[in-house]
């Protein structure tokens, strides 16, 4: 895959481990001539360390052998995050730590959760792009707020604390991209 084409999200064979594609930086040329270079931020999937790869314009990377099989999640405890398999109703268990990024959009009946299979083991998941979450606590809504307002904090049913505009109140659902984390609409 040529480094032009590879996207957040991709799962690339990178000094023959699998790494997630985080973050895309391109650096144009700024002479004529020069080659475009194309800085990616990753996390290696195995041993779940940040790594950077630089690419220049022609050159590219393998995409990695992997599966990715829906699942559910189920439950949460202090050390681990348990999953199970749509298909095959295998358990699936992760570090709390491997997937903290994730666990503030996760709820019970979250649709679209992909786990990322890797030589017969889950090293871990992609959650959808957006996730529906309701408001638990945050000011009361003021009566004639525009849409284009100020914003307020709003905690939401996971814990996960985002700014949403004056006119929202609690009880209401909203959508969140899971990205970066940013309120989108409301549900």
Known sequence: MLAKDIKRGHIVNYNGAPCLIETINVQSPSARGAATFYKYRSRNLITKQKVDITLRGGESLNE?????RPVKFMYS???????????????????CDDVA??????????????ALIYNDQCVGIQLPVTVE??????DPGIKGASATARTKPATLETGLVVQVPEY?????????????????SRA
Request: net charge negative; hydrophobic share 30%; glycine share 6%.
């Open 64 to 68: 990695a052998d992997f599966q990715k």
């Open 77 to 95: 405890d202090p050390a681990e995050t348990h999953f199970l398999d749509d298909g095959n109703y295998e358990q699936y268990s992760l570090s």
């Open 101 to 114: 990024d994730e666990l503030k959009y996760l709820t019970e009946n979250l649709e679209g959760i992909l």
């Open 133 to 138: 979450l309701k408001v638990v606590r945050c």
């Open 168 to 184: 929202l109140s609690e009880g209401e659902q909203i959508k969140v991209d899971t990205r970066s984390g940013e309120y989108l």
